[in-house]
DNA sequence: ACGATGATGCACT
DNA sequence: GTGCATCATCGTT
């Protein structure tokens, strides 16, 4: 072996770019078929160098998060719920923000038909309720944000970085401990945190790339 | 062609 | 807290 550095591994102060976007995507509104949440928690996924991420290898179902950054990335959940994405970065890069949950601020009434009548809180609590209640379609996918008709992204005033906190992503069995999920603190609509049954123990050095 | 696996949600104890 | 429906996707055969 040469007397090369050792493997390269994100020192403090080098986080992925996504993690900023990610952060920065809270307070921000995506206006959705009628309906529009404002964002309360959002998770990050890195390109390849990330095992949780759909970026890990490339496949067709994951091609839109190698595309240009403003696109939604959309893909099927338990064959059943949408889940939507906003790829940033740049291309090639593979890197999007997961849409976790956020609080309906326009059209309450359709979100409610669409949910069946759940509690106001609940109405886009999870990835798929997201979804769900904005209406979005698999032909939604690819969709470019910063573009007229919804769905569209509004830029949400910034939030206090104090009131942003972090964790572990919800239910990923690999790289489980990386804390790349952001929420807004004190908001009643972020979702519960659920650790992957498959995941290592909690801090557990066989995990790919355990903390940072 | 086949089998394993989920970036989940909901019912249930 | 735990169990599981349900099917697109992807790696393997």
């Not at 160098?49 to 990335?73: C, Q, V």
């Not at 509690?119 to 969709?143: F, K, Y």
């Not at 910034?158 to 999920?181: E, F, N």
Request: hydrophobic content about 35%; some cysteine; charged content about 25%.
């Amino acid at each position: 072996m040469t007397a090369s550095r050792p493997a390269e591994r994100p020192a403090p102060g080098d986080e992925p770019d996504v993690l900023a976007a990610a952060r920065g995507l809270l307070g921000a509104v995506l206006h959705g078929h009628g309906v529009s949440v404002r964002l309360t928690e959002v998770e990050a996924y890195a390109g390849p160098d990330d095992p949780a991420s759909h970026a890990y290898r490339r496949t067709p179902r994951s091609e839109t998060m190698f595309g240009p950054a403003g696109r939604l990335y959309l893909y099927r959940s338990y064959g059943i719920h949408l889940c939507a994405n906003v790829v940033t970065g740049e291309p090639e890069e593979g890197q999007a923000v997961l849409l976790r949950a956020g609080e309906v601020v326009a059209g309450h009434d359709l979100a409610r038909a669409r949910r069946g009548g759940v509690d106001d809180v609940r109405l886009a609590r999870g990835p798929g309720n997201l979804c769900s209640a904005l209406g979005l379609v698999p032909a939604d996918l690819g969709a470019d944000l910063e573009q007229d008709p919804p769905p569209r992204l509004e830029p949400g005033t910034p939030v206090d970085p104090a009131r942003v906190l972090s964790g572990p992503r919800v239910g990923v069995s690999l790289a489980a401990d990386r804390p790349w999920r952001f929420w807004l603190a004190g908001e009643p609509t972020v979702s519960a945190y659920r650790r992957s049954p498959r995941a290592a123990a909690p801090g557990s050095a066989s995990d790919p790339v355990s903390r940072r």
